[in-house]
């Protein structure tokens, strides 16, 4: 159960990585190009952004980094 537990800190910090990667990538690059409706359209690529999609990865990133943290500070204090 130990080794199960010491791995989830590690697994949900790369979550977050991920998730802090999608956030950077579809949000916060084109936070200035938003507009009334939430969108934004690249015309170099064709691809439509939408500022939805930076609080989906906002809090998904949070959930795992809390989790990572509280988990790893709980392994801590149990040893």
């Not at 999608?22 to 409706?37: K, L, N, S, V």
Request: aromatic share 16%.
């Amino acid at each position: 159960m130990k080794t199960l537990s010491g791995m989830i800190g590690p697994i949900l910090f790369g979550v977050a990585v991920i998730c802090a990667y999608f956030f950077h990538a579809t949000y916060y690059r084109w936070r200035g190009c938003f507009d009334a409706t939430g969108r934004c359209f690249d015309p170099q690529t064709g691809v439509v952004y939408h500022q939805q999609a930076g609080l989906v990865w906002g809090v998904l990133f949070c959930v795992a980094i809390v989790g990572a943290i509280g988990l790893s500070a709980l392994l801590r204090k149990r040893t």
